[in-house]
């Protein structure tokens, strides 16, 4: 399938646009379908995620074509 849609939650403090930078990179590596065209995007700033080391997390919804 391909990566239609991702969401990336983002630790406050963190840089934003560095994160997502740095998924749209590494998905293009393990997808490189993607490389030409991301899949629509959605980040989201938040206070801590479930660990308090993590910086980000990320949610994809991949569709079969």
Same mark, same amino acid.
């Given at each position: 399938?391909?990566? $239609? /849609?991702? /969401? #990336?939650?983002?630790?406050?403090? +963190?840089?934003?646009?560095?994160?997502?930078?740095?998924?749209? *990179? @590494?998905?293009? /590596?393990?997808?490189?379908?993607? %490389?030409? %065209?991301?899949? +629509? *995007? &959605?980040?989201?700033? $938040? *206070?801590?995620?479930?660990?308090? &080391? #993590?910086?980000?997390? @990320?949610?994809?919804?991949?569709?079969?074509?």
């Amino acid at each position: 399938g391909d990566m $239609v /849609k991702a /969401k #990336l939650y983002v630790v406050k403090g +963190a840089d934003p646009e560095k994160v997502r930078a740095r998924f749209n *990179e @590494t998905a293009a /590596k393990l997808a490189p379908s993607l %490389k030409g %065209k991301p899949p +629509a *995007e &959605t980040l989201i700033v $938040v *206070e801590g995620l479930a660990g308090p &080391t #993590l910086k980000f997390e @990320t949610s994809v919804i991949a569709a079969k074509k």
